[in-house]
């Protein structure tokens, strides 16, 4: 006589989840710094548009301005194009926004040295026209 052998009703549940667990799909992968940094921009810091009749993203983040490249999947890769010079003190950003006007961005950047007032140690007001060559227009991070 052949008997086949008889699962138990926790066996069979068991045996139940493991087969829904294998369909189920992959967990995306986790998001990059730069793509959460893209992800979490306020309005203000972040410019999707065209310039020049060409497609650009760009992103201010801590002072300084970056061109956002998206790859396959959720790639976000950021590429510096813009910061203020340097300063011989620890500084902090206290002024950043990226506005639209006519053919063109407008980035105000401005850190404050650490300890001291007002606003601003180095930063100012460029403008750029293709997302690559800005030209400085002020002195002030004017907002």
Do not use: K, N
């Given at each position: 006589m052949n008997r086949r052998p008889r699962l138990t009703p926790c066996a069979a549940l068991?045996?139940?989840?493991?087969?829904?667990?294998?369909?189920?799909?992959?967990?995306?992968?986790p998001l990059s710094k730069?793509?959460?940094?893209?992800?979490?921009?306020a309005?203000?810091?972040?410019?999707?548009?065209?310039?020049?009749?060409?497609?650009?993203?760009?992103?201010?983040?801590d002072c300084k301005v970056f061109q956002v490249t998206r790859g396959p999947e959720q790639a976000v890769a950021l590429t510096e194009v813009?910061?203020?010079?340097?300063?011989?003190?620890?500084?902090?950003?206290?002024?950043?926004?990226l506005r639209h006007e006519e053919d063109a961005v407008i980035a105000v950047?401005?850190?404050?040295?650490?300890?001291?007032?007002?606003?601003?140690a180095t930063g100012g007001t460029w403008r750029t026209r293709d997302g690559q060559t800005w030209e400085k227009i002020s002195e002030q991070a004017i907002p």
């Open positions: 068991l045996v139940l989840l493991v087969l829904l667990s294998a369909c189920q799909p992959a967990p995306p992968a730069a793509a959460i940094a893209v992800r979490d921009a309005p203000e810091d972040l410019f999707v548009g065209r310039l020049q009749g060409v497609d650009i993203e760009l992103l201010v983040q813009l910061a203020p010079p340097p300063y011989p003190f620890f500084t902090d950003c206290q002024r950043q926004s950047l401005g850190r404050m040295a650490l300890g001291a007032g007002g606003c601003c």
